[in-house]
């Protein structure tokens, strides 16, 4: 093992030696620097970590003995799980999106002031006309001036 694999095998141990392996040789290059090679593997080595434990994939029950079709069922499921919640974070976007664009159209929508003036004024002469009537009738003895 090279210098910085062991490095990075300290600072990463859930990492496997294949893993880190991977990762240097992927980053070396005839005109890289032995400490940029380090750098890129180290970045790029976190980011794949991450990512496994983000989805869950290091969570298996290591009990048991696995065969390769256990760890591609394994995969596959995950796959599914990692799939279906893509889509319904999706679906979620898509709805807020829509619910925002409605929430600014209702809000650039023109407010007809004359309109809402005019029907709170109806209101307001309707209630007046209602107790107008209701004095009329008490003293009438409740009944309405037409009835006589």
């Known amino acids: 093992m090279a210098e910085f694999e062991v490095a990075l ?3 990463f141990p859930e990492a496997t030696d ?3 392996k991977r990762f ?3 980053c070396q290059g005839p005109r890289i620097p032995p400490d940029k ?3 890129r593997a ?7 970590l991450d990512w496994r434990s983000c989805y869950g994939l290091d969570y298996k029950d290591e009990s048991k003995t696995h065969t390769d079709a256990d760890d591609w069922k394994f995969a596959i499921e995950k796959s599914l799980e ?3 919640s893509i889509k319904r974070t999706r679906e979620m976007e898509k709805k807020l999106a829509e619910e925002q664009a409605q929430a600014e159209a209702d809000n650039n929508a023109p407010i007809s002031y004359d309109i809402d003036m ?3 004024q109806k209101s307001e002469d309707e209630g007046k006309k209602e107790d107008n009537e ?3 009738r008490a003293e009438n003895g409740g009944k309405k001036a037409d009835d006589d």
């Open 18 to 20: 294949a893993e880190i």
């Open 37 to 39: 090679v380090k750098e």
């Open 24 to 26: 240097v040789r992927s």
């Open 42 to 48: 180290e970045q790029a080595l976190e980011e794949y």
């Open 82 to 84: 990692v799939s279906a």
């Open 9 to 11: 095998r300290s600072e």
């Open 134 to 136: 209701g004095e009329g």
């Open 118 to 120: 005019s029907d709170s």
